[in-house]
């Protein structure tokens, strides 16, 4: 997630802007509640953060919905979100912080910077998760179909919004694509229920199987490892 211009405020705005959304993250359930069980990393990028989360997929959009209605509430700055799912590992940087890193988190940024403000955007890989494990905000996704990334990458998305959440336009750098691939069979709209029938691909964004995410994880730092996982 960005805030939305921010990196045009003065220096002093810049801190206030994002210390407030540091705390508002931290305030999210979803956010607090992996945060207990050791399952959210959280990594301060130029004009936001990256949350990445583990063992949940319906973490991140639960956060997602949290952020946009505290935001809402208070209408002092905008923020565009993207969520993916997708293989990412954890590691201890040049500070002896931890990090992530992988694929999970390249394809987020690329999901996210097809966004405008108050926009949630997902992959087709994190809005099948959320459908096949039965989170009924599934029904809320909507298809907006097939636009390229900065690198030639074409990215499935999908469009979370509902009255009062996110955004039901389709983004501008979606609709200025010269390759966009819109939704043939599905008008703009159709709920999730219906988008996700027949899909059989998953990955995991802020979302990596317990048994992979641990072996990254001893591989490189053991002390990062769960009791669990070290017992094993």
Not at 54 to 67: G, M, Y
Not at 70 to 84: L, P, Q, S, V
Not at 103 to 113: F, K, L, Y
Not at 184 to 190: E, K
Request: contains cysteine; hydrophobic residues 40%; proline residues 4%.
């Amino acid at each position: 997630m960005d805030a939305v211009g921010y990196s045009t405020l003065p220096l002093g705005e810049q801190v206030i802007v994002f210390r407030r959304l540091q705390d508002m993250v931290s305030e999210c359930e979803a956010v607090a509640d992996a945060a207990s069980n050791g399952e959210v990393v959280r990594t301060p990028t130029g004009d936001g953060m990256a949350l990445t989360f583990f063992n949940d997929c319906s973490r991140p959009l639960r956060c997602a919905i949290e952020l946009a209605e505290k935001i809402d509430a208070e209408r002092a700055f905008a923020i565009r979100m993207g969520i993916h799912s997708g293989n990412v590992v954890r590691q201890l940087d040049v500070n002896g912080s931890v990090n992530v890193s992988g694929d999970g988190i390249n394809i987020a940024q690329r999901v996210m910077d097809f966004a405008d403000g108050g926009h949630i955007l997902m992959s087709l890989q994190h809005a099948t998760e959320i459908q096949q494990a039965g989170d009924p905000a599934a029904e809320d996704c909507h298809d907006i179909g097939i636009a390229s990334a900065k690198d030639g990458q074409r990215v499935h998305l999908f469009n979370y919004y509902r009255p009062a959440v996110g955004a039901a336009e389709v983004p501008v750098n979606v609709r200025k694509d010269d390759q966009w691939t819109r939704p043939r069979a599905l008008r703009l709209g159709t709920s999730g229920r219906d988008v996700f029938t027949g899909m059989l691909q998953i990955l995991g964004w802020l979302l990596t199987a317990p048994s992979k995410w641990r072996t990254h994880v001893t591989q490189i730092d053991p002390r990062l490892a769960p009791t669990s996982a070290l017992s094993t």
